[in-house]
């Protein structure tokens, strides 16, 4: 039986024959090129890190409707996970598994307008010093200050960031 694949539109047969062992796969959607026999979709490190951004992202979600906080109001690392929840953790690696490894990155030097202390109980002013940032985790920001990354790659990823916090 032929099926077409959902990734490519190539025909593809449900029969293959691996190691001299014919194996029928009535219910597969993708070719054995999109999606090698034996691969499993759940351990791709894109789908891995899409989970955990949609976890990310539903815990902001819930976190406002359940509770009616505003989450840039919250304390220490729950105000972390709100703005790293945002972009799916570093913008440069893509690192999002402890928010402890992630920091901001001011990307025109230090412009800091706020102390450590204003930055912990002041969340009217957090807004202003986020649209001066970039989300780094500690490896990349090193990297930075380096000079092993590219400055125009950086002003691009502060843009985007800057994108989700206008207008408000």
Known sequence: MMRVCRTCGANFSTRLTLNGVLHHLPSRRRCYSCFPFGASRADTPEIRRQKALNKQRAWVKRRRAED????????????????????????????????????????????????????????????????????????????????????ARLMALHKHFAQFFEGS
């Open 68 to 151: 009616g906080i505003d989450p840039f109001k919250a304390k220490g690392l729950d105000r972390k996970r709100v703005v790293v929840g945002l972009v799916g953790g570093c913008q440069l690696c893509g690192y999002h598994k402890c928010l402890k490894a992630i920091c901001f990155h001011h990307v025109h030097g230090k412009t800091r307008s706020l102390t450590l202390r204003e930055f912990q109980h002041a969340p009217s002013l957090l807004r202003d010093e986020l649209r001066k940032c970039v989300v780094l985790c500690h490896n990349c920001h090193s990297e930075v200050h380096a000079g092993m990354v590219n400055p």
